[in-house]
């Protein structure tokens, strides 16, 4: 089984930063794309930001230039820094990552169990 463990949500004002990271563990032979969605209360879950086995990274319109995502693929590991953080970030951020258990075998999409970010205004 694998497990995505998340920390580094908390409450900033606006203006401020955080730095989400997110480590994936247990039985994990090799990990596609990782990424962070996020949720805010009545919206539906909304994909933030991804990132491939290579480094090349993709960002929703709304936190271009804001956002910045990483890997350290040595440590299964994806953050993601999040700088002039607006009221409207404010969502449960969710880390996600396409693992692939065994030599040969195929890719399953795994969760995080969500870190909340609040940001006042």
């Known amino acids: 089984q694998v497990q995505l463990v998340e920390s580094g949500g908390g409450l900033v004002q606006a203006g401020g930063s955080l730095r989400l990271s997110c480590t994936a563990i247990?039985?994990?032979?090799?990990?596609?794309?990782m990424g962070w969605y996020r949720q805010a209360p009545g919206d539906q879950r909304e994909s933030v930001a991804h990132?491939?086995?290579?480094?090349?990274?993709t960002y929703a319109d709304s936190v271009k230039g804001r956002f910045t995502i990483s890997r350290d693929n040595a440590k299964n590991m994806v953050n993601l820094q999040v700088d002039t953080l607006e009221p409207e970030d404010s969502a449960v951020y969710y880390c996600?990552?396409?693992?692939?258990?065994?030599?040969?075998?195929?890719?399953?999409?795994?969760w995080g169990q969500g870190t909340q970010v609040t940001v006042s205004s």
């Open positions: 247990g039985s994990i032979f090799s990990i596609n794309t």
């Open positions: 990132i491939t086995n290579d480094g090349v990274a």
């Open positions: 996600a990552a396409w693992v692939q258990q065994s030599a040969g075998g195929g890719y399953s999409n795994y």
